[in-house]
């Protein structure tokens, strides 16, 4: 068992931090009061191979493998999560596409993707009616002349509206996982349309939106992999994304300690820093165990599938782990902030509200528990 990272992970590792500490953190805090989308630092990350970590240089990426995305998405995420979450999609969307589409289709969509020229790419799978339970979607997809015509609503995509390629799940045949489809849509597609802008708790700086479809025209070879097999698609581009969620939640919560021990040691309190109480201390020590496991796993997550091992347990319970551990140190930091935690001038009310959705999205933790328990009967 090695803990030392390569030096090609190393480098991931420090390019991310080194730009996010230059790039994002000081502008974290206006991009969530203005609600403004990082279009001009999500191209500057793509120039340096964030947006492709895990996929083929020959496609324009970086190669770097799954634990170096892992690392980067841990330092964009320290610095400003609602730019990380676009990150995280944009890869899981390139390495799709590099895993399931066809050679026509990677060298049409991959290099935009990893080279800047689309601003991101977005997974369309969630529908108004359906989350958890992507089997019962509505969206559908019937054959025409000239290929495909998709009518139906999907809902909460994250950058749906500026993403030069969405990946969209339709139902093609009877009910059930067997009957669903994967296709590749290009922005600008007739028919296709922006919806509700959602108006969010946290993560400002990345737009969710409805994407309507409305007799929508794409040609027949935007089917990804074969007919009435995308659902294996979705499930295998999930595995990947908890990993990222997880690492994403990761980042959220070192941001967090980081502030709480800096705010503990400059606060006084009757005539001695915050950080000289017991109580205080705890909250650190115990924020700090549990980033540390859940930094474990979220890099085992990833280093079993960069090696090809199963790891839909891995990321279950790296993801689940992962945010819910965020979640309890992003509330003892804010603890240790006392009534200034509550005052936006303090980052530790933003890092609040961005990390409240890590135990929804990419599967809520009720169904990591369930893909969890699941794989351990199965195995039984």
Known sequence: MDFQLNETEKLIQQTARDFATRELAPTAARRDAEGTFPLAELKKMAELGLMGVNVPEKWGGTEAGVVAYALAM??????CAATAVTMAVTNMVAEVICKFGTSEQIQRQVPRITSGEYSCGAFA??????GSDASALRTSARRSERGWVLNGTKQFITSGDHAGVIVVWARTGGPGHRGISAFLVEKGTPGMSIGTVEKKMGLKGSTTVQLVFEDAEIPAEALLDEENRGF???????DGGRIGVGAQAVGIAQAALDEAVRYSRERQAFGAPLANKQA?????????????????LVLQAADCKGRGLPFTRQASM???FASEAANRICARAFQVHGGYGYIKEYPIERLVRDCRITTIYEGTSEVQRMVIARSLLDNA
Do not use: F, G
């Open 74 to 79: 841990m330092e964009i995420s320290r610095a």
């Open 125 to 130: 799978l969630s529908e108004p009616h359906c």
């Open 232 to 238: 294996r698609i979705a499930m295998v581009a999930l």
């Open 280 to 296: 205080i201390q705890w909250m650190l020590a115990d924020s700090a165990t549990e980033l540390e496991a859940a930094r474990l």
């Open 318 to 320: 790296a993801k689940l």
